[in-house]
């Protein structure tokens, strides 16, 4: 069973505009979250993560929001740029303690067109 | 800061000989490593964890004994294909954890194993 799931394949926005990705997660035991972005035949490049005490984290053009009642995620990107076109994975891990995995959803393909 | 880095990037090698792969953390000291699979549009399928100084901890379904895994140095670890054939051609990632951030994951390019 996938518990961490991006359920749009893809991704479609203009230069310029903003580029929303979600993320769902089914483990309640989740504490801390984390997007990845990566180009073909590269590892992925860390780009934001949030712990689940938190609601909000942002990084320059990236925003991370997280809805743990509704165990959603969400990744903003604004002003979306042709560079930001890749693979997008969200990523969540459970307590310092516990299992060390981080558990990938399937990634989501961003195009952002000039 | 939070370098990791992989070689090979890429190797071909004949069925039957070993391959092995290094995962370095060059800037930080990795408690944990990391080592992923990928195959083509699929996502990131975590093989094995592995601690310095300790046996890795594999996911179900992967061999041991074909995917050797040695941890010797909190910057160095390296996973060895061992007999390998063509259906173990993949794309091999690891990553790595430490540093100032210490429950984030840093990946490394990765390294593209074709077994002829």
Known sequence: DQQVKQNSPSLSVQEGRISILNCDYTNSMFDYFLWYKKYPAEGPTFLISISSIKDKNEDGRFTVFLNKSAKHLSLHIVPSQPGDSAVYFCAASEPQGGSEKLVFGKGMKLTVNP | ?116
Request: hydrophobic share 35%; charged share 20%; net charge positive.
């Open chain 2, 1 to 116: 800061g939070a370098v990791v880095s992989q070689h090979p990037s890429r190797v071909i090698c004949k069925s039957g000989t070993s391959v092995k792969i290094e995962c370095r953390s060059l800037d930080f000291q990795a408690t944990t490593m990391f080592w992923y699979r990928q195959f083509p549009k699929k996502s990131l399928m975590l093989m094995a964890t592995s601690n310095e100084g300790s046996k890795a901890t594999y996911e179900q379904g992967v061999e041991k004994d074909k995917f050797l895994i040695n941890h010797a140095s909190l910057t160095l670890s390296t996973l060895t294909v061992t007999s390998a054939h063509p259906e173990d051609s993949s794309f091999y990632i690891c990553s790595a954890k430490g540093g100032g951030a210490p429950r984030t994951q840093y990946f490394g390019p990765g390294t593209r194993l074709l077994v002829l």
